[in-house]
Nanobody, 122 residues
């Protein structure tokens, strides 16, 4: 089970932090990713982090603006979003994958959060 918190409405240029709290499994066994889906578009990869938090990887569209991190003691993964743009408006999902490495495809994820809406106004 993955509980997502955070999200909401922010003006362009602003910041938000999303959190995803997992329960029921050994959190550190999983690579954690964030995906997003904008209205009328397919779900897309945003950022990912390895099991111990050393490996991080990002979509080009968010590189330098978003930061993914995790706290395995708290079973939580975070997405800090800065310099937000209207095109960042989407439902954001956290997801967990049992396979190691740079995992960035929806088909490779084993578990999904329910999503949280981020709206960036211009």
């Amino acid at each position: 089970v993955q509980l997502q918190v955070g999200g909401g409405l922010v003006q362009a240029g602003g910041s938000l932090r999303l959190s995803c709290i997992a329960s029921g499994r050994t959190f550190s066994d999983y690579v954690m990713d964030w995906f997003r889906q904008a209205p009328g578009k397919e779900r897309e990869f945003v950022a990912g982090i390895g099991r111990i938090g050393v490996l991080t990887y990002y979509a080009d569209s968010v590189k330098g603006r978003f930061t993914i991190s995790r706290d395995n003691a708290k079973n939580t993964v975070y997405l800090a979003m800065n310099s937000l743009k209207p095109e960042d408006t989407a439902v954001y999902y956290c997801a967990a994958a049992s396979r190691p490495g740079n995992v960035r495809y929806s088909r490779d994820m084993d578990y999904w959060g329910k999503g949280t809406l981020v709206t960036v106004s211009s």
